[in-house]
């Protein structure tokens, strides 16, 4: 055993000295004064510094309003930051503007008298909360959900509903009605009546008739003046003399991809897929364009599975920027740095990355592409470059049906509705030259358009084929309008699926089509729109390879896990999308089980049957070349049913065959699949029309073999179909 130093024994002195001091330092240090108790947590407990505490943030801010806003694609914020700009202009209130999911609602019953709660809320799905609002859906729900008065109750709270939806879907405004019902059966008064939004005819316009009503009510309720507020801005705008280059956004869409740091992919933070490969999916000839594409994830950590879906961040085109910069005046100064400081955070943030450029906000960051809202017209009015141009703008925006007539059928954009304003041409491409400016603040622009939103896409591949890629099958939006006094008939084109056109047509080294019957009396639309597919500082090119920001989101849009459930898929044109990757799974099920079990693996296994149409089969038949290869793999489970409506046979009556009338002729196999194999129901596609005479057509199916009628027994059967997630809608209008 080694000796033991005295300075060794002076080390483990001090150290025990040290130890001692610290365990009894209390005792040691403490003054004379009594030790103060900190108090026990409660419920009733203001919460100031818990960032998740909206009372406390209100009390602080001194706001009279709370509006929490359920939003899945952007458009129930949007609503409900015009609430809480036109409750100040009107009365002088400020809001809290809330994402609901960043808060707890414990204290919800805590809200003062003298204030009220605001509930704009997005129906999602098949009558499903979006995903920001699900927790609070849950609490509100929940009878054993206690509020901090140590109840399921809210006497006393005052509040409003606006809800937003789609009456194309069975589901029809489900949520926002679900929060009246519930806040009104826990006490809470609501201010007026409720609004529905119906996004099938327009969403603007049922919001503009709600919204008179409400304010009235709500004034009276309270006690508050009209003519106490201002028009005030929401922001400042100042232009920058100098700033790091590096540091400016020029359409990035987060810090990370600015800096180009690796980070987990979202909506937040979307991620460059290069595309692999994409082609053109309709015949030489067609009058429509559909793109598959397929965008590269490997590496980025992103997993998907069958039926989720994939949002494509798109940019304006280049007509369209160039034309709100020369009505705006910014031609001259499109590239001059700016930064946008938010007036008012808790109302208005500011909705993207900052400091930037003019051209860059209008390319990247708002929706200069969407039809000139109403009320935004009103707002403009006051800015007109002379008094005929004002009385354009004042007669749209107090005239319904002339601005339905006109800006609504024409599908006018702002940039174009101020140029006719002004006496411009439309028709030719815009410059500084031919273009009236307007004296428009860039502040009240930034206000008055909301943000260019992804657009969300079906996935068309399954994983287990396709693990490092998600496939997209898209129909490129071109229309003609309806002729109006203001212009006759001509092509109006969708943002994201010409902006995925023009990829397609960059990374395959093809031309863009000259649209020969619009050029010479159109030459701004003489061909498709062009768009910078580079990205910013060309980070969206890399070795001749074209890169589409994405991001995913999930879906419950799913296959039964047991392959031995019959499975029946109905999805007419691009509606077939998910169910090539719902195959394409059970393809590559079938390999391994096949390769594991032998050649009898499959014997046990359902039928997938798969009801498609198209116009002609020689035309738009989508993946025509690779069904006859499932069917084959799958040993004849896979069963595919065609109808396509513009060649024969036609129906005794001269009329189509869609679908609908495929199900009809199949009824003694569709019937015994669902009520004896279980099998498990799909639709995609079309929600107006399609999906609608599907489900009516399961009905009588359903009803016929029950023995009894589609009103009665089929409709019984449809609605246990859906309380067991047996019946999956994936369906859009």
């Known amino acids: ?111 003062p008298d003298d204030c009220c709660v605001f509930f704009v809320m997005a129906t999602y799905g098949e009558g499903e909360p979006t995903d920001n609002a699900v927790q609070l859906m849950q609490n509100l729900e929940d009878e054993s959900f206690e509020f901090s008065n140590g109840s399921h109750r809210l006497d006393g709270l005052k509040y409003v509903v606006f809800a937003l939806g789609n009456k194309t879907y069975e589901h029809y405004n489900a949520i926002g009605r679900k929060v009246d019902s519930l806040l009104t059966n826990m006490g809470a008064t609501r201010i007026g009546e409720r609004g529905e939004g119906d996004d099938d005819k327009s969403m603007e316009e049922d919001y503009l008739e709600w919204k008179d009503g409400m304010w009235k009510a709500f004034s009276e309720v309270m006690g508050v003046e009209e003519g106490q507020g201002g028009d005030t801005a929401d922001f400042a705008v100042t232009e920058l003399d100098s700033h790091p280059s590096e540091k ?177 041409d439309i028709k030719l491409c815009p410059t500084p030259d031919n273009t009236t400016a307007w004296a428009i603040p860039f502040d009240i622009i ?31 939006l071109k229309y003609e309008s309806i002729p109006n006094r203001l212009s006759e008939p001509r092509f109006v084109y969708g943002v994201a699926t010409n902006f995925l056109l023009n990829v397609k047509y960059a990374a395959n080294g093809e031309t863009a089509p000259f649209i020969a019957e619009s050029a010479s009396s159109d030459p701004a639309h003489a061909s498709p729109p062009k768009y910078a597919i580079e990205g910013p500082r060309g980070a969206h090119i890399e070795d001749n390879i074209y890169k589409i920001p994405i991001h995913l989101r999930r879906s419950t849009f799913r296959l039964p896990a047991n392959p031995k459930i019959p499975v029946i898929m109905v999805g007419p044109g691009t509606g077939v999308a998910p169910f090539r990757g719902f195959v394409q799974e059970r393809v590559a099920l079938a390999r391994r089980s096949l390769e594991k079990n032998g050649p009898d693996a499959l014997a046990e296994w359902g039928s997938i049957t798969l009801f498609y149409g198209c116009r002609k089969s020689n035309e738009d038949f989508l993946y025509k070349e690779e069904w006859p290869q499932y069917t084959e793999e799958l040993q004849g489970k896979f069963k595919m049913y065609c109808a396509f409506s513009r060649e024969p046979p036609y129906k005794p009556d001269g009329s189509k065959i869609y679908v609908q009338d495929l199900m009809w002729e199949e009824r003694q196999s569709i019937g015994p699949a669902i009520l004896d194999g279980k099998a498990y129901v799909y639709i995609c596609g079309d929600a107006k029309a399609m999906s609608r005479a599907v489900e009516e057509t399961l009905a009588r199916i359903l009803g016929e073999a029950k023995g009894g009628s589609a009103e009665v027994e089929g409709a019984a059967e449809m609605k246990i179909l859906k309380e067991r997630s047996r019946l999956l809608l994936d369906v859009w209008s």
């Open 1 to 111: 055993m080694p000796a033991v130093s005295t300075q060794d024994v002076a080390v483990v002195t001090v150290g025990v000295v040290l130890a001692a001091a610290y365990l009894f330092r209390d005792q040691i240090f403490r003054s004379s004064s009594p030790k103060a108790v900190a108090p026990a947590p409660s419920k009733l407990a203001n919460g100031h510094g818990n960032p998740r505490n909206f009372i406390s943030k209100m009390k602080d801010g001194k706001k009279r309003i709370v509006i929490f806003y359920g939003s899945q694609t952007g458009t129930a914020e949007e609503y409900a930051i015009r609430l809480a700009k036109e409750a100040k202009t009107k009365f002088g209130l400020t809001s809290l503007v809330c994402d609901p999911e960043e808060y707890d609602f414990e204290n919800l019953d805590q809200i």
């Open 248 to 424: 400016v956004y020029l359409g990035e869409l987060s810090a990370r991809a600015l800096t180009r740091t690796k980070g987990i992919y979202d909506g937040k933070n979307p991620y460059p897929s290069a595309v692999k490969h994409s082609r053109e999916l309709f015949q030489v000839g067609a009058e429509r364009n559909c793109v598959h594409a397929e965008l590269d994830i490997e590496g980025s950590g992103i997993t998907y599975q069958h039926g989720d879906h994939v949002g494509v961040w798109p940019s304006n085109p280049d007509v369209e920027v160039d034309r709100m910069l020369c009505v705006l005046g910014l031609y001259g100064k499109k590239d001059a740095v700016i930064n946008i400081d938010s007036l008012d955070p808790a109302l208005a943030k500011v909705p993207f990355p900052v400091p930037t450029t003019y051209a860059t906000v209008l390319r990247h960051y708002i929706d200069i592409c969407a039809v000139a809202g109403r009320q935004m017209l009103g707002v403009l009015s006051k800015y007109a470059p002379h008094p005929e141009a004002e009385a354009f703008l004042k007669s749209l925006n107090t005239d319904k049906e002339e601005y339905s007539n006109t800006i609504h059928n024409g599908c006018f954009k702002l940039g174009e509705v101020l140029q006719l304003a002004a006496g411009n």
């Open 446 to 476: 930034v206000s008055s358009i909301p943000r260019l939103q992804p657009r969300f896409y079906s996935i068309s591949s399954g994983p287990k084929l396709y693990p490092n890629a998600i496939h997209v099958t898209a129909v490129v």
